[in-house]
């Protein structure tokens, strides 16, 4: 069956670390892969978008990496900030369609 | 506020009561998109337009949920005979597929819905 799988646990860390969120899918033949912020009660924020034939996008503090072989996307944020507790999800873009499928999120708690 | 815009924000009906929905895209995206999300999940696919075409629709989306976009700018939703099992946040997103981020898309703040 197709699935798509984040951590379901909350992920903690200390402010100025770096976060390392995991995305896995199996049975998908993407075409790129988002990541998305959620805060509570509110819609998801696009953050960062990478094509299959990309290995690795930036964007400030924000990194991801796409690994096809492997099934599996890395997001990470450097130097994390309280500011970027939220749940970070990450969405499949496949062919043929505009939908994006969606992972069920990992919730970040950045601690001073 | 040029984003994407829902109405209303929260809605609390009774089980049976038909609910409407209104989205506002970003006025130069042609692409609109409604996706459904519960406590604790990702946001689920339930239909998306180009311009005012229907082009799919997900098998979640049972009769009782018809969407609109008849002029090709905002959308409705709407769920006849409500049911409790459709209480979620229901959210809406549009797109363009000449911008610069192309497959992203920018959501609106959702609207809530709670059925009795």
């Known amino acids: 069956s197709q699935k798509i799988e984040q951590n379901s646990e909350a992920l903690n860390i200390q402010e100025g670390k770096t976060a390392t969120l995991t995305c896995n899918y199996t049975n998908y033949s993407p075409a790129y892969l988002q990541w998305y912020r959620q805060d509570p009660g509110r819609g998801p924020v696009f953050l960062l978008l990478?094509?299959?034939?990309?290995k690795e996008k930036r964007k400030e503090r924000l990194k991801v990496t796409f690994d096809t072989t492997l099934k599996q996307s890395l997001f990470h944020i450097t130097a994390s900030q309280p500011a970027d507790s939220a749940t970070y999800l990450c969405?499949?873009?496949?062919?043929?369609?505009?939908?994006?499928?969606f992972g069920t999120g990992t919730r970040l708690q950045v601690f001073p | 506020d040029t984003g994407v815009s829902q109405d209303p924000r929260h809605k609390i009906t009774k089980r049976g009561q038909n609910v409407t929905f209104r989205c506002d895209p970003i006025s130069e995206h042609n692409r609109l998109y409604w996706y459904r999300q519960t406590l604790g999940q990702g946001p689920e696919f339930l239909t998306y337009f180009q311009n005012e075409a229907q082009l799919e629709k997900s098998r979640l989306l049972s009769d009782r949920f018809s969407a609109e976009r008849p002029k090709g700018s905002f959308s409705t939703l709407e769920i006849q005979r409500t049911e409790q099992g459709d209480s979620a946040m229901y959210l809406c997103?549009?797109?363009?597929?000449?911008?610069?981020?192309?497959?992203?898309?920018?959501f609106g703040p959702g609207t809530r819905l709670t059925v009795l």
């Open positions: 969405a499949l873009g496949v062919y043929n369609t505009d939908k994006l499928i």
């Open positions: 990478i094509r299959e034939n990309e």
């Open positions: 997103a549009s797109s363009s597929p000449t911008s610069g981020t192309r497959g992203s898309q920018f």
